[in-house]
């Protein structure tokens, strides 16, 4: 089971830490990622990162504002957002894949979601 927190209200060039923390198993071994979905939008990918923490990966719009890393002690997952944007506004939902490569893009492609945390960014 994944649980997702730390989304809120931020006005635009604030930040945000969304924290994914998983229970029930380990997902050490498990490649890791940050996708979002806006009304009316497809679920998009945002951040991936592999299983040792070693490769991360970002779509193009967060590269330089967004880090995600991670605490395999602790089974955490983090997305660290910076000089947010209203574009940025969106549910997102923490996602862990098997293969523990981390270079997953497409929503399909992750084997467990966690429910999802509502980040608005208004301007």
């Known amino acids: 089971q994944l649980q997702a927190s730390g989304g809120g209200l931020v006005q635009a060039g604030g930040s945000l830490r969304l924290s994914c923390a998983a229970s029930?198993?380990?997902?050490?071994?498990?490649?890791m990622g940050w996708l979002r979905q806006a009304p009316g939008k497809e679920r998009e990918f945002v951040a991936a990162?592999?299983?040792?923490?070693?490769?991360?990966y970002y779509v193009d719009s967060v590269k330089g504002r967004f880090t995600i890393s991670r605490d395999n002690a602790k089974n955490t997952v983090y997305l660290q957002m910076n000089s947010l944007k209203p574009e940025d506004t969106a549910v997102y939902y923490c996602?862990?894949?098997?293969?523990?490569?981390?270079?997953?893009?497409?929503?399909?492609?992750?084997?467990?979601w966690g429910q999802g945390t509502q980040v608005t960014v208004s301007s």
């Open positions: 996602a862990a894949e098997r293969s523990g490569y981390g270079n997953k893009r497409a929503w399909w492609q992750y084997d467990y």
């Open positions: 029930g198993r380990t997902f050490s071994n498990y490649g």
């Open positions: 990162i592999s299983w040792s923490g070693g490769s991360t």
